[in-house]
């Protein structure tokens, strides 16, 4: 199954990047909780209509690229992602970490956490460099 996982969340990233709404939806359980770096402020993102409001801004964000470094299976239903993210924010670039823990249930994502750093999402994983 754990190779399963992460080929859920290779297919979850090229729907990201094709910018594609209905595919991501399709590969998200429907009481997904999405949880962003902005969550501090905003909370979680439930269910598909919270995945809809998400993307959307993301989407709105011009030139956001994720650029995966590594999808790490974490063994059972947890996989982490490690890369970067960039794009322009109101006029102003950003470059910043990508650290996810994603948990995959029957091919679909139930959870993804957004990290600032790789040592949270790996000990959110209970790993360690």
């Not at 094709?18 to 909370?43: F, M, N, T, W, Y």
């Amino acid at each position: 199954m754990s190779q399963e996982n992460v080929e859920t969340v290779q297919r979850v990233n090229e729907a990201f990047a094709a910018r594609d709404l209905k595919a991501l939806v399709a590969l998200h359980h429907p009481d997904v909780e999405i949880v962003v770096l902005r969550s501090a402020v905003q909370g979680p993102y439930r269910g598909h209509d919270g995945l809809r409001r998400m993307a959307t801004e993301a989407f709105d964000i011009a030139d956001l690229q994720l650029d995966i470094e590594e999808v790490r299976d974490c063994g059972g239903d947890r996989v982490l992602i490690f890369g970067h993210q960039h794009g322009v924010v109101s006029g102003i670039p950003f470059d910043r970490v990508l650290a996810e823990l994603v948990e995959v249930d029957a091919g679909k994502v139930r959870r993804a956490h957004a990290f600032q750093t790789v040592d949270e999402a790996l000990e959110a994983a209970g790993l360690s460099e």
